[in-house]
């Protein structure tokens, strides 16, 4: 598929109703075209990224502490 991929890696937060916070600790999230498209484990990258072309293909912002 040739559609543009912008994945970040890194910490996030989350908050519901039901949960005033969630951290999610080394996960990605992959936008493509505006939308979000994944997010999950980091551990689980090559598998979203396979249909865009692999590692090659997509640029990976990760956030760092500090």
């Given at each position: 598929?040739?559609?543009?991929?912008?994945?970040?890696?890194?910490?996030?937060?989350?908050?519901?109703?039901?949960?005033?916070?969630?951290?999610f600790a080394d996960h990605i999230i992959g936008?493509?075209?505006?939308?979000?498209?994944?997010?999950?484990?980091?551990?689980?990258?090559?598998?979203?990224?396979?249909?865009?072309?692999?590692?090659?293909?997509?640029?990976?912002?990760e956030l760092k502490r500090?």
């Open positions: 598929m040739d559609r543009p991929l912008f994945v970040i890696r890194g910490m996030f937060a989350h908050s519901t109703i039901e949960n005033p916070l969630i951290v936008v493509s075209n505006g939308k979000i498209v994944f997010f999950d484990q980091a551990n689980q990258i090559d598998k979203h990224l396979e249909p865009f072309g692999g590692r090659s293909k997509v640029n990976i912002t500090g």
